[in-house]
C-alpha cells in the first residue's frame, strides 16, 4: 500500500478519469486532480460540500453539492454552473453518484439529517439526465451510496450503507430502474431506530468499484477495510486502512486500471474531520482491472 496523498479533511467520490485521480475533499470544500505521483491541484470549490463526482460523455465534470442538494457542472474552461437542483426529491444531504456512458446521473441521498440527530429513515434514488431533467427512479433505499454500473450498461448496483446490503437494479433504455433484487446481503439489516442502533450493522457497504470480472471492491464504512465482493455476494479479498483508520470510499485506476484507490480518515464525524487535516488517500495493486459502465 502507497500513500498517494495526506492532509485532507474527508476525502470522497473517488473517480480514475483522463490519466488522473479525481476526489472530493468535504470540508476544504474542494474538488481535486492528482496525478499518480501524487501532485494535486483544485479543480473546483463548492462552498456547500462536494461529494461524488461523475463525468459527462464531453468531458465535463458533474458534482454533488451536498448541503444544498444541486448537481454542478465543471466546464472545460473552468466555469461551474447549475446542472440539477434536487431539493424536492431528497430527504437529506446528497452523497455519491454515478455517470453512465450516455450521460445519466443516479444520485443517493442520505434521507434525514444525519448530522443534526433526526431518526433515520428510507428515501429515494434520483436520475438526472443529461438535458438537467429529474425523476425518481427507486425509493425505499437504506442510504443510497457508493453505485458501479455493470460493462453492458445493464445493470445497476448500489450499497444501501445503513442496510448492510447492496441491491441491483436492471437499467432500460431509457435510464428506468426495475427487477429490484439483492446483489450481496452481509448480514440482517440493523434496527433503523437511530443511528447508534445502525451501528452495530456487521457490515456498511460505502463507496465502491466494479472491476472486469464483476467483482465489486466496495468500503466498509463501519470496520476500516475495502473488501472484494463477488457476484454470488461472497467476500473473497480484504484490504485494511493503515494506522486504525476508517476506509469509507474506494475506485479502481491507474495506468493499468489495478490501483485501487482509498480513502480513508480516523473517522466521519463532521465535528472532528472540519477541524483536523488527516484524511489520507492511499493506493493498493490489485489483480483484476477497472470494469463497467461508467466513465
Known amino acids: 500500500m502507497r ?30 486532480r492528482i496525478t499518480s505521483e501524487g501532485q494535486s491541484e483544485v479543480v473546483a470549490t463548492v462552498e456547500n460540500q462536494p461529494s461524488g463526482l461523475g463525468f459527462l460523455p464531453d468531458g465535463d465534470l458533474l458534482i454533488v453539492s451536498m448541503k444544498d442538494r444541486r448537481i454542478l457542472r465543471l466546464q472545460g474552461d473552468g466555469t461551474l454552473t447549475e446542472h440539477a437542483n434536487l431539493m424536492d426529491v431528497t430527504a437529506g444531504y446528497t452523497n455519491d453518484m454515478v455517470v453512465d456512458r450516455v450521460g445519466r446521473a443516479y444520485v443517493g441521498n442520505f434521507g434525514f439529517d444525519i448530522f443534526g440527530g433526526a431518526a433515520p429513515a428510507s428515501t429515494t434514488l434520483v436520475r438526472v439526465d443529461p438535458d438537467g431533467s429529474i425523476k425518481v427512479v427507486a425509493d425505499d433505499l437504506l442510504c443510497p451510496n457508493g453505485t458501479v454500473i455493470t460493462a453492458d450498461g445493464g445493470t445497476l448496483i448500489i450499497s444501501e450503507s445503513f442496510g448492510s446490503r447492496m441491491s441491483a437494479f436492471t437499467i432500460d433504455a431509457s435510464g428506468d430502474l426495475s427487477d429490484r433484487r439483492i446483489w450481496a ?52 479479498d480484504e484490504v485494511k486502512a493503515p494506522n486504525n483508520f476508517g476506509l469509507y470510499a474506494c475506485a479502481l485506476g491507474g495506468p493499468q486500471g489495478t490501483s485501487l484507490l482509498l480513502c480513508t480518515a480516523p473517522d466521519f464525524s463532521d465535528t472532528n474531520r472540519a477541524a483536523a487535516h488527516e484524511a489520507v488517500l492511499y493506493t493498493h495493486e490489485v489483480q483484476v482491472p477497472h470494469g463497467g459502465g461508467s466513465p
Open 3 to 32: 500513500k498517494l496523498i495526506d492532509g485532507g479533511t474527508f476525502f470522497e467520490g473517488p473517480r480514475w478519469h483522463d490519466g488522473s485521480w479525481w476526489v472530493s475533499d468535504f470540508y476544504a470544500h474542494q474538488v481535486l
Open 185 to 236: 446481503a452481509f448480514g440482517a439489516p440493523p434496527p433503523q431506530d437511530s443511528m447508534a442502533s445502525i451501528g452495530t450493522a456487521e457490515f456498511a457497504p460505502d463507496g465502491c468499484a466494479i472491476d472486469a470480472e464483476n467483482h465489486i471492491w466496495v468500503a466498509d464504512a463501519f470496520a476500516g477495510r475495502a473488501c472484494r465482493i463477488s457476484p454470488a455476494g461472497e467476500i473473497v
